[in-house]
């Protein structure tokens, strides 16, 4: 079995050159500085010294085993500190979130964060909600803010936490649908339908709940949301998205918002986390999250503009 006396006897051994000197050093004796060598060079099947000569000569294997002696000997330095200093412990949490909440609640959040709590490095990934729930489930992940997941609430060990409801709308350039409001959902079939792709959660929700009302799937996607927007904006079509966010991003565009019959269901977004031993910390975050979340105002606009 590989030990750290063992690492440590070999470090010394090549740093004072002989294997008297590193006895005296390590307080042992010459017999079983030699016996922790000879454990070390049974445990990783490498010859470590050239025995021929006098001198602690390393062999090739040993000049590769003495780098990742040293750096696996610090690794166990910052281990053992970590006790005797648990106030400056940094806690770690990847977390997962969707271009929406990138491009309205998360800069002011991370912030704001950052400044309460120096003690918790967050990693962030921008994604589209399939890729960051994909990423959740194989443990790359420690928190994402989604869509909802029916599959997720069914799982054991993951802990969920509402963040907002993402009221939705049908929007167009002014004057491409000229039906009087509210429309037919089938009367809007006439027109391109552009979509967030496969990878999305929110379009897929959508995109399922309109085939369920009769309506053509999409004909033009794309996973960027802005791309999205301009689009719309462009008279390429009409699409479904984030209603009062859109409408401030888009207020001197000539957008419009189409009021449909019957009316779009509203978006669940959750937080989403693993439980276990960091579960406290996990939560406080998502109930942190969960008082931050705004999808509706992009971060780029002031109250005055918004």
Same mark, same amino acid.
């Given at each position: 079995?590989?030990?750290?006396?063992?690492?440590e006897?070999?470090?010394?051994?090549?740093?004072?050159?002989?294997?008297?000197?590193?006895?005296?050093?390590?307080?042992?004796?010459?017999?079983? =500085?030699?016996?922790?060598?000879? %454990? +070390?060079?049974?445990? *990783?099947? #490498? /010859?470590? $010294?050239? &025995?021929?000569?006098?001198?602690?000569?390393?062999?090739?294997e040993?000049?590769?085993?003495?780098?990742?002696?040293?750096?696996?000997?610090?690794?166990?330095?910052?281990?053992?500190?970590?006790?005797?200093?648990?106030?400056?412990?940094?806690?770690? =949490?990847?977390?997962?979130?969707? %271009? +929406?909440?990138?491009? *309205?609640? #998360? /800069?002011? $959040?991370? &912030?704001?964060y950052?400044?309460?709590?120096?003690?918790?490095?967050?990693?962030?990934?921008?994604?589209?909600?399939?890729?960051?729930?994909?990423q959740?489930?194989?443990?790359?992940?420690?928190?994402?803010?989604?869509?909802?997941?029916?599959?997720?609430?069914?799982?054991?060990?993951? %802990?969920?936490?509402?963040?907002?409801?993402?009221?939705?709308?049908?929007?167009?350039?002014?004057g491409?649908?000229?039906?009087?409001?509210?429309?037919?959902?089938?009367?809007?079939?006439?027109?391109?339908?552009?979509?967030?792709?496969?990878?999305?959660?929110?379009?897929?929700?959508?995109?399922?709940?309109?085939?369920?009302?009769?309506?053509?799937?999409?004909?033009?996607?794309?996973?960027?949301?802005?791309?999205?927007?301009?689009?719309?904006?462009?008279?390429?079509?009409?699409?479904?998205?984030?209603?009062?966010?859109?409408?401030?991003?888009?207020?001197?565009?000539g957008?419009?918002?189409?009021?449909?019959?019957?009316?779009?269901?509203?978006?669940?977004y959750?937080?989403?986390?693993?439980?276990?031993?960091?579960?406290?910390?996990?939560?406080?975050?998502?109930?942190?999250?969960?008082?931050?979340?705004?999808f509706?105002?992009?971060?780029?606009?002031?109250?005055?503009?918004?």
């Open positions: 079995m590989l030990t750290l006396k063992q690492l006897t070999f470090v010394q051994v090549v740093e004072l050159g002989t294997f008297e000197r590193a006895s005296q050093r390590l307080n042992a004796t010459q017999s079983t =500085v030699s016996k922790r060598i000879s %454990e +070390l060079e049974q445990a *990783t099947g #490498l /010859p470590l $010294f050239d &025995r021929s000569r006098r001198n602690a000569r390393l062999t090739e040993g000049e590769r085993l003495l780098e990742l002696a040293y750096a696996t000997l610090s690794d166990a330095r910052r281990i053992l500190e970590l006790k005797a200093q648990p106030e400056h412990m940094l806690h770690r =949490v990847r977390i997962g979130f969707t %271009e +929406l909440a990138a491009l *309205t609640w #998360l /800069p002011g $959040f991370l &912030r704001d950052t400044t309460e709590r120096p003690d918790i490095r967050l990693d962030i990934t921008i994604e589209m909600s399939r890729t960051l729930y994909q959740f489930q194989d443990g790359e992940l420690d928190l994402v803010v989604i869509p909802q997941v029916p599959d997720a609430f069914a799982q054991p060990g993951v %802990e969920t936490q509402l963040l907002e409801e993402v009221e939705m709308a049908f929007m167009a350039r002014e491409l649908v000229d039906d009087p409001h509210p429309i037919p959902l089938r009367a809007l079939d006439r027109h391109p339908l552009i979509s967030q792709g496969k990878r999305s959660g929110f379009a897929q929700d959508i995109n399922r709940w309109l085939s369920h009302q009769g309506m053509a799937a999409a004909t033009l996607t794309t996973d960027n949301l802005l791309a999205l927007v301009g689009l719309v904006t462009a008279g390429r079509g009409i699409s479904v998205l984030p209603k009062r966010c859109v409408q401030r991003l888009a207020h001197e565009q957008l419009e918002i189409l009021e449909t019959t019957p009316s779009l269901p509203s978006i669940s959750y937080a989403l986390y693993h439980g276990g031993v960091r579960i406290q910390l996990l939560e406080e975050l998502a109930q942190r999250l969960a008082a931050a979340a705004d509706t105002r992009p971060f780029f606009l002031s109250e005055r503009e918004a």
